[in-house]
């Protein structure tokens, strides 16, 4: 096996521990042959179409990158920032930022502060994952830690990031000491950012007469081969809902995102939004907890097409609660989240520990005199 160059190992410099951030990905440009070049690859991913390739290969060719790219390229058109794609542009936030935050914690722990660097690969499309682990392991890192941006386990999201992490270090030859998170939907520091965002947006807009809580569909049969994303998202909501402090009759759970003919997780986003529309209600708002970034699934399927659906069914307002993006509370419980699960790997240098320690024997048995 021809392996890939390995960036120079010096013996003498103190190992680097980095924190890699994943989200889904994003077209580079809001046109059908960038779209048709990200649709390209998420939609071969066996991950996310379980559909043997001999029967699925011919279709998404044939018939789906030839009539897709140019509707979604409209509907990325019509959500796409000066900055670029909204997920890029947030998720990149969100990477500067949680980089000062752990830049802070070692500067406490008598650490260089960029001990620990932090890079965003996107699993489709860019910046890709195989760059930013190129830019880790370039960084000095030999310990990485593999932070998914998906609360809500899915075989199609997490299992497909450590795909692509393990098809890198196929390619490898130092390969570097690896953690893995596979979910965070009911860490308590998620779910705190989660109320805090929307008690925040409630302040400012005022409470809504109902609220979704929308999370990305996945086929039901995905449910029933033991994936555990239905059970997450159900548990979130109900950690959600109970700090915010709503009974059950002011909220409604549901799954947005269909494709395809096969039957998906249930009750469908646009369906209650339609069956909430006819009651003539003032206003709904959707929240989508398990998007941490604003994408075009919030944005243009929720903001834009949810909104033209609420209105034509006879309801009033329906409003899209931001995601958790770069509030505040949603960095501080991420920076919490990969400090835990960085225990152990970052400590203080051994010299200054060893010196503690002697102090504290010497304190001991000074007291025992």
């Known amino acids: 096996m021809r392996y890939a160059p390995e960036p120079p190992f010096n013996h003498d410099r103190m190992a680097k521990?980095?924190?890699?951030?994943?989200?889904?990905?994003?077209?580079?440009?809001?046109?059908?042959?960038?779209?048709r070049r990200y649709l390209a690859q998420f939609l071969a991913d066996p991950r996310v179409v379980e559909i043997p390739a001999i029967a699925w290969r011919p279709l998404l060719h044939g018939v789906v990158l030839r009539t897709r790219p140019a509707r979604s390229a409209e509907k990325y058109a019509s959500i796409w920032h000066k900055d670029g794609s909204p997920l890029l542009v947030h998720s990149q936030r969100q990477k500067v930022l949680l980089l000062g935050?752990?830049?802070?914690?070692l500067k406490k722990l008598g650490l260089p502060a960029d001990l620990c660097p932090v890079e965003l690969g996107m699993r489709y499309g860019n910046p890709s994952i195989d760059t930013a682990l190129d830019a880790l392991r370039a960084a000095g890192c030999d310990r990485i830690l593999v932070l998914p941006l998906y609360p809500q386990y899915a075989a199609s999201t997490t299992a497909s990031t450590l795909d692509a992490v393990g098809r890198y270090l196929e390619r490898v030859r130092r390969v570097p000491a690896l953690r893995f998170v596979a979910?965070?939907?009911?860490?308590?520091?998620?779910?705190?950012?989660?109320?805090?965002?929307?008690?925040?947006?409630?302040?400012?807009?005022?409470?809504?007469?109902?609220?979704?809580?929308?999370?990305?569909?996945?086929?039901?049969?995905?449910?029933?081969?033991?994936?555990?994303y239905h059970c997450h998202c159900q548990a979130t909501a109900r950690l959600l809902v109970r700090e915010v402090g709503l009974e059950p009759a002011q909220w409604t759970l549901a799954f947005q995102s269909r494709f395809g003919r096969a039957q998906w997780l249930e009750p469908a986003t646009f369906d209650i939004i339609g069956a909430l529309g006819r009651t003539r209600l003032r206003r709904v708002d959707v929240y989508c907890p398990g998007f941490v970034a604003d994408c075009l699934e919030t944005l243009e399927e929720i903001g834009i097409a949810g909104r033209k659906r609420f209105v034509a069914a006879g309801g009033g307002e329906l409003r899209v609660v931001p995601c958790l993006n770069e509030h505040p509370a949603w960095i501080a419980a991420l920076a919490d989240l990969a400090l835990r699960q960085l225990g152990g790997w970052l400590a203080p240098p051994p010299d200054a520990a060893a010196r503690e320690t002697t102090l504290l024997r010497a304190k001991a048995m000074g007291a025992a005199k």
């Open 17 to 35: 521990v980095g924190v890699l951030l994943v989200n889904l990905g994003t077209p580079d440009a809001p046109t059908p042959a960038a779209v």
């Open 101 to 105: 935050y752990l830049g802070q914690h």
């Open 183 to 228: 979910d965070f939907h009911d860490d308590a520091g998620y779910i705190k950012s989660l109320a805090r965002n929307l008690h925040d947006d409630w302040q400012r807009n005022g409470r809504p007469d109902h609220l979704i809580l929308s999370f990305h569909g996945l086929p039901r049969r995905s449910l029933k081969l033991g994936d555990p």
